[in-house]
């Protein structure tokens, strides 16, 4: 399977745990994107970074809220102190090139988080 | 401040006939616009998209057409199939590739019957 691929597609955790996500980009794409989507709700841009930078991150929460896309390996979505309103789908995307028409995000099956 | 408006939650379509959905938006720095098809328990899947240089976008059974004054556009499906039957996203983008990130509707679940 080339697409995105996200882990786990399910992750249960207490409040005030921390929760993290993980994204695999397609083959070939160096763009990631995070979104977070609450039930009856349209998916909400979160962040979106390159290699070893963040490009965009003004729709994260400022506090409990990181995300990295190291040199090597998945770009991770970390929550630190869960709480019951981070329950959530969490989707990633990555496309291959910035700027480029025809080149659209394509996203990954998400993590369904819930907070007990 | 919902800038992507996709006002009817849900819509039903006799298979065979076409499908129509709608999506209104409020920013017009917005360029370039795409439709996603969701399943349950699936990521969206990318149907079709449309430059704001352009009026019309055509791929198959599926048709985009923008109307830049009324800041609108639809999606029309036809003939409208079972497969069809998912929950659609109009998303919006600032940046000519859609690199930037999306601004989504909350989506219009289609229903088509047989």
């Known amino acids: 399977n080339a697409g995105v691929m996200q882990n786990p597609r399910h992750l249960v955790r207490r409040r005030g745990q921390e929760a993290r996500l993980r994204c695999s980009p397609m083959?070939?794409?160096?763009?990631v994107y995070w979104y977070r989507q609450l039930p009856e709700e349209g998916l909400k841009f979160m962040v979106y970074?390159?290699?070893?930078?963040?490009?965009?991150e003004s729709g994260m929460p400022k506090e409990r809220f990181s995300a990295e896309f190291p040199k090597e390996g998945p770009s991770i979505l970390r929550i630190q102190q869960v709480v019951r309103g981070d329950s959530a789908a969490y989707f990633c995307?990555?496309?291959?090139?910035?700027?480029?028409?025809?080149?659209?995000?394509?996203f990954g099956d998400g993590t369904r988080l819930s907070i007990l | 401040d919902q800038q992507v408006k996709q006002n009817s939650p849900s819509l039903s379509v006799q298979e065979g006939r076409i499908s129509i959905l709608n999506c209104d938006y409020t920013?017009?720095?917005?360029?370039?616009f795409l439709w996603y098809k969701k399943y349950p328990a699936e990521g969206p899947t990318f149907l079709i998209s449309?430059?704001?240089?352009?009026d019309k976008n055509e791929d198959g059974r599926f048709t985009v057409f923008l109307n830049k004054s009324a800041k609108h556009l639809s999606l029309h499906i036809v003939p409208s199939q079972p497969g069809d039957s998912a929950v659609y996203f109009c998303?919006?983008?600032?940046?000519?590739?859609?690199?930037?990130?999306?601004?989504f509707g909350k989506g219009t679940h289609l229903i088509i019957q047989p």
């Open positions: 970074l390159q290699k070893e930078n963040i490009i965009d």
């Open positions: 920013n017009s720095m917005f360029d370039y």
């Open positions: 449309i430059s704001s240089i352009k």
């Open positions: 995307a990555s496309s291959p090139t910035a700027g480029v028409v025809g080149q659209p995000q394509h």
């Open positions: 083959k070939g794409h160096s763009h």
């Open positions: 998303a919006a983008s600032l940046s000519g590739g859609g690199a930037d990130g999306l601004t």
